[in-house]
C-alpha cells in the first residue's frame, strides 16, 4: 500500500494535480465560448502553474521553523530534489511555450507573471515575498487564477469586454472560495510567520461562510448570464454541478488537517468544470 501513497504525493507534489486545474479552467474557456483554441498558452498555462507551485513549495519549505518535519511538510521535504528537477523542466517548458505567443499575449500576461513571480521569491525586504504581505494573499491568488484561465483566453475572442469582466468576477470569486479553506488551514503558521491574513481578522467561522456567499454569488451570476442567453445550458450545468460537489467537499474538510483534503481534494475542484463540460458534451 505505500506505493499507492507514494504515486499520489508524487502526483500532488509534483504540481501536475494544480497545473491540471490551470489546463482544465482554460480549456473550458476556449471551448465553451467557442473561440478558437491556442495550444501554445495552454501548454504555456500548465507548465507556468507546474513550475511556480514547485517554486512555491521549494522555496516555502526553507522558511518553516520547528515543523518542517510534520505532515504535509515533511513530504515535500523528502521531494524537495525531485520538485527542483520538476520546477527546472517546467520553467523550460514554460519560457519555450511563452515564446511561441503574441506580443499582445506577452502583454496580457506582464501583470500576472509579474505578480506571480512575486507571490513566490523573496526579493521583497527582508526576504518577503508577496504572499508575506498582510492580508494580499487570497486576493491575489484569486487575480492571478481567474486573469489566467479567463482574460486570456477571450483576448483571442471578440466577446464583448462587459461580458469577459462578469466572467472574470466569477471565476475570482470560485477561486477565492476554495482558497479561504487553506489560509484556515495555515492560519497558526501564518500567525508565526507574523503574516496577518483575513482568517485572523475574521475567525474560522465566518471565513467558511465567506466562501460559501462566494459560491452562492458565482451561482447568481452564471444565472443571470444564463438567462440573458449569453452561456449555454451545459456551461451553467457544468459549474453549478461542480460548486456543489465544492461546496460538500468544503464542508467535509472543516475541522480536518490532512493535506489531501485540501491540495487533494479542494484543488482538485478546478478539474471538476471541465470535466462535466466535457461529459455533458459528448451526451447532448
Not at 507548465?47 to 511538510?73: D, M, P, V
Not at 449569453?230 to 493535506?259: F, M, P, R
Request: hydrophobic share 55%; net charge positive.
Amino acid at each position: 500500500m505505500k506505493w499507492i501513497f507514494k504515486l499520489i504525493n508524487l502526483y500532488l507534489y509534483s504540481s501536475l494535480h494544480i497545473a491540471l486545474g490551470a489546463l482544465g479552467l482554460s480549456i473550458l474557456s476556449f471551448q465553451a465560448f467557442g473561440i478558437e483554441i491556442h495550444y501554445p498558452y495552454l501548454w504555456f498555462a500548465f507548465l507556468s502553474t507546474a513550475f511556480l507551485y514547485c517554486l512555491h513549495r521549494f522555496i516555502g519549505i526553507q522558511k518553516l521553523k520547528g515543523i518542517e518535519n510534520k505532515g504535509r511538510f515533511k513530504v515535500i521535504g523528502e521531494y524537495r530534489n525531485h520538485i527542483l528537477v520538476y520546477a527546472f523542466i517546467s520553467a523550460i517548458g514554460s519560457l519555450y511555450f511563452f515564446f511561441l505567443l503574441s506580443f499582445k499575449t506577452w502583454l496580457i500576461l506582464l501583470i500576472p507573471v509579474i505578480i506571480s513571480l512575486l507571490y513566490a521569491l523573496p526579493v521583497l525586504t527582508r526576504g518577503q515575498r508577496l504572499r508575506d504581505l498582510a492580508y494580499i494573499k487570497i486576493f491575489l491568488i484569486a487575480i492571478i487564477w481567474a486573469w489566467v484561465t479567463i482574460i486570456v483566453p477571450f483576448s483571442y475572442s471578440k466577446h464583448p469586454l462587459w461580458l469577459v469582466l462578469i466572467l472574470f468576477v466569477e471565476r475570482a470569486l470560485f477561486v477565492f472560495a476554495i482558497t479561504l479553506p487553506f489560509d484556515v488551514r495555515d492560519q497558526q503558521i501564518d500567525k508565526n510567520n507574523e503574516v496577518p491574513t483575513l482568517i485572523h481578522k475574521l475567525g474560522e467561522k465566518q471565513s467558511y461562510r465567506l466562501a460559501f456567499a462566494c459560491l452562492f454569488l458565482s451561482t447568481i451570476l452564471l444565472c443571470l448570464l444564463y438567462l440573458g442567453g449569453q452561456i449555454s445550458l451545459i456551461y451553467l450545468s457544468s459549474l453549478l454541478a461542480s460548486y456543489l460537489i465544492t461546496y460538500i467537499i468544503i464542508k467535509v474538510s472543516i475541522g480536518k488537517s490532512h493535506d489531501y483534503y485540501y491540495t487533494g481534494l479542494i484543488d482538485g475542484t478546478m478539474i471538476l468544470p471541465y470535466g462535466f463540460f466535457y461529459l455533458l458534451s459528448i451526451l447532448s
